[in-house]
T-cell receptor, first 116, second 113 residues
Framework: AQKVTQAQTEISVVEKEDVTLDCVYE???????LFWYKQPPSGELVFLIR??????QNEISGRYSWNFQKSTSSFNFTITASQVVDSAVYFC?????????????FGKGTKLSVKP | SAVISQKPSRDICQRGTSLTIQCQVD?????MFWYRQQPGQSLTLIAT?????????ESGFVIDKFPISRPNLTFSTLTVSNMSPEDSSIYLC??????????FGPGTRLTVT
């Protein structure tokens, strides 16, 4: 069975703090993709990153960084020097290419609140 | 990336009525997906719509309740039929981009009273 677990339901930080959002996944596939999406209060889903299962290099994009650890089946997301605009719900998702419908399996999301 | 628009952006409907949600993509795509996000919850796939064939529904979703059309490679509709308050959700259209990326429309916020 495929599953994505985001154990942190809500996190609250003060602006400029660093924050890490955890994501643990389960799959028996050797080829898969992991995604992070941001959903601000307006409701749209914003694509942040895609990582394939063969690429364990960590990635940094501005204040965002992602740590992919296949050994622990984790794909954690860190925001450095958080800002109020980072307040949103963040979803981690697992995608299996060539699967029955190729759909994304989402975690339950982590609501991040960044206070000024 | 694909640019996706949805209509309406939000609606308030009475129970027992139906609402059709439209999804338009700025490029031709093979697969389109419809997701539901109930209040405070994660996203759940309703169905996959391929052009020229019947939509494929996930467990717990049936065609009579959520009929889908896919008349061409850039457009799809989802109808929420015989609505009840439990259908109050955000409905999102999604498409596959290149390199197995998946993009989402802005969503339709439905409230059923």
């Amino acid at each position: 069975a495929q599953k994505v677990t985001q154990a942190q339901t809500e996190i609250s930080v003060v602006e400029k703090e660093d924050v890490t959002l955890d994501c643990v996944y389960e799959t028996r596939d050797t080829t898969y993709y992991l995604f992070w999406y941001k959903q601000p209060p307006s409701g749209e889903l914003v694509f942040l990153i895609r990582r394939n299962s063969f690429d364990e290099q960590n990635e940094i994009s501005g204040r965002y960084s992602w740590n992919f650890q296949k050994s622990t089946s984790s794909f954690n997301f860190t925001i450095t020097a958080s800002q109020v605009v980072d307040s949103a719900v963040y979803f981690c998702a697992l995608f299996r290419p060539g699967g029955s419908q190729g759909n994304l399996i989402f975690g339950k999301g982590t609501k991040l609140s960044v206070k000024p | 990336s694909a640019v996706i628009s949805q209509k309406p952006s939000r609606d308030i409907c009475q129970r027992g009525t139906s609402l059709t949600i439209q999804c338009q993509v700025d490029s031709q795509v093979t697969m389109m997906f419809w997701y539901r996000q109930q209040p405070g919850q994660s996203l759940t796939l309703i169905a996959t719509a391929n052009q020229g064939s019947e939509a494929t529904y996930e467990s717990g979703f049936v065609i009579d309740k959520f009929p889908i059309s896919r008349p061409n490679l850039t457009f799809s509709t989802l109808t929420v039929s015989n609505m009840s308050p439990e259908d109050s959700s955000i409905y999102l259209c999604s498409v596959e981009g290149g390199r197995d990326e998946q993009y989402f429309g802005p969503g339709t916020r439905l409230t059923v009273t």
